[in-house]
């Protein structure tokens, strides 16, 4: 079985900063794409910012230059560093993996519980 942990998020004043994390336990035998997803009030989900096994990463466009993804390999976990932070960012933010559980199995995808991202004026 695979768990993805998240932690981080919390309430911020208009234009500070949180740091988000995601971290993956249970049986792996390697983790392809790793990436955020948010979801708003009365919303869907939407994919916010995602980074392959080589580390390349890509945004959403309403979060560029604000958001930085990165990724800790040998730790199994997902970084989401939110700056500039707007009252439109205010979400719950989903941490999601491409997890090989074995090596003759395909990845399948697995969510995390979501953490939520409160932006006051």
């Known amino acids: 079985q695979v768990q ?7 309430l911020v004043q208009a234009g500070g900063s949180l740091r ?3 971290a993956a336990s249970g049986t792996i035998f ?9 979801q708003a009030p009365g919303k869907q989900r939407e994919l916010v ?6 580390g390349s990463p890509n ?4 979060v560029k230059g604000r958001f930085t993804i990165s990724r ?3 730790k199994d976990t997902v970084y989401l560093h939110l700056n500039s932070l707007k ?33 006051s004026t």
């Open 4 to 10: 993805l942990v998240e932690s981080g998020g919390g």
């Open 20 to 22: 988000l994390s995601c």
């Open 30 to 38: 390697s983790i392809n794409s790793m990436a955020w997803y948010r």
């Open 49 to 54: 910012a995602r980074i392959t096994n080589g």
């Open 59 to 62: 945004y959403a466009d309403s």
């Open 72 to 74: 800790d390999n040998s």
């Open 87 to 119: 009252p439109e960012d205010t979400a719950v933010y989903y941490c999601n993996m491409a997890i090989q559980t074995t090596e003759l199995r395909y990845a399948e995808y697995y969510w995390g519980q979501g953490t939520q991202v409160a932006v």
